[in-house]
């Protein structure tokens, strides 16, 4: 289980930014649907595969986060990857996006952390948000969401959201 959850404000992005939409999708789950369990912590803990578009001209890097919004102590990090490169569209199963550097999730690790939510909780959401930076955001190899909000914060140009669900 985790040492330290991490707390993120993602209202304080979407409440500075005016932002275009990205589209983002997965192969394996529908915006809203339930998770294959492959993708869990106590499985096989791969991270899904995602595909996006809409990316605007004048973005420099973007940047992926991955949170539980019904964790317990409240939103909790599953994973985070910046520096992914403006042209790319799409990453696959069990791998970082091209140019991404993973940075520390709410386990404390780098890279992906599946859904591991209390056994017998309803269905956990788990909001993956793509966004599109107006610069480099520089950030040190091993930020953190909140190192990446604060980044962000007055340079986004675009966002996509997909929500995936998982109970054990």
């Not at 289980?1 to 991490?6: G, L, R, S, Y």
């Not at 192969?27 to 803990?45: C, I, M, V, W």
């Not at 809409?54 to 890097?61: H, K, L, N, T």
Request: glycine fraction near 10%; charge should be negative.
């Amino acid at each position: 289980m985790p040492e330290q959850a991490t707390r993120i404000d993602s209202a304080k992005i979407a409440a500075t930014d005016a932002v275009a939409e990205l589209e983002l999708i997965s192969t394996e789950f529908d915006d809203d649907g339930l998770l294959p369990a492959r993708f869990s912590y106590a499985r096989h803990n791969l991270s899904p595969p995602l595909l996006w578009s809409g990316v605007p001209e004048g973005a420099a890097e973007l940047v992926l986060l991955c949170e539980d919004v019904d964790a317990p102590i409240g939103r909790f990090v599953h994973w985070v990857v910046k520096d992914i490169e403006p042209d790319v569209d799409g990453v696959d199963e069990a791998d970082t996006p091209r140019g991404g550097i993973a940075g520390r999730n709410g386990f404390g690790a780098p890279g992906w952390s599946g859904p591991h939510p209390p056994a017998g909780d309803r269905p956990h959401r788990y909001v993956f948000q793509l966004y599109a930076a107006d610069q480099p955001l520089r950030l040190r190899m091993d930020a953190n969401a909140n190192d990446v909000r604060a980044a962000m914060a007055g340079h986004v140009l675009a966002r996509g959201t997909l929500i995936g669900r998982f109970a054990r």
